[in-house]
């Protein structure tokens, strides 16, 4: 009898042991840019270095894209569908000074601060991790005064750590490690100047960001 109760007792352990995902299963790699066409992939081989906020296009949110991996491996049985594949929901962001202290901010902003997004990555393969992009506003427009009176006050660049989180499909929760993003902060430094409204639209999908200008001046074209 006792034989039969340590065998049901090992497979519970078994099964239970395959639910499970260790925490540092998820972690996010880079920062990417939108191709020409406004597009994002994780295939794609460009990387944004740091980024670049310019406060004089008010009402701007500052955009990120991070690039995340899956190291969560399969753990499919005969008897229990897949349950490492992994959908990220959110970011965790915390706006740092250079020197990693956080910063006074006016009453009504919250510090650190969680956005929305939305990925899906699949169990890793063969020791290969799997990637996916995951857009999100990383610094809200609404935080854009704070920011100009750190730039005033001689703070010409912030830091972000951003932490990305998720849940498996068995219902397990997912945090990466921080992601330290560094921003620079400027007014006008992304100005350029373009003929026509139209090439405004067309040049600029994140405007007033990173390595996408804006048009600072519209100038009509030449009658002649």
Excluded: H
């Amino acid at each position: 009898m006792s034989r039969f109760i340590l065998v049901a007792t090992l497979m519970a352990v078994t099964v239970a042991g395959c639910n499970r995902f260790p925490d540092n299963g998820l972690q996010i790699v880079a920062n990417l840019p939108p191709d020409d066409g406004c597009l994002l992939s994780a295939d794609q081989e460009s990387r944004l270095l740091r980024g670049r906020y310019d406060l004089s296009y008010a009402g701007a949110d500052y955009v990120i894209a991070p690039l995340l991996q899956s190291f969560l491996i399969s753990n499919a049985l005969e008897f229990q569908g897949e349950q490492g594949n992994l959908q990220v929901t959110n970011f965790d962001i915390t706006l740092l000074l250079p020197d990693g202290t956080i910063p006074t901010l006016p009453d009504g902003l919250v510090n650190p601060y969680r956005v929305d997004t939305s990925a899906v990555l699949p169990v890793s393969e063969g020791g290969t991790p799997s990637e996916d992009v995951a857009a999100a506003i990383g610094i809200p427009a609404s935080y854009q005064d704070a920011l100009r009176g750190l730039l005033a006050g001689g703070q010409s660049s912030i830091l972000l750590d951003i932490r990305a989180g998720g849940t498996t499909a068995g219902g397990f929760s997912q945090r990466s490690g921080p992601f330290l993003w560094p921003v620079d902060l400027c007014e006008g430094c992304l100005g350029v100047v373009c003929e026509t409204a139209d090439e405004l639209n067309e040049t600029s999908c994140l405007k007033g960001q990173d390595i996408w200008p804006y048009c600072a001046v519209i100038i009509p074209p030449d009658a002649t």
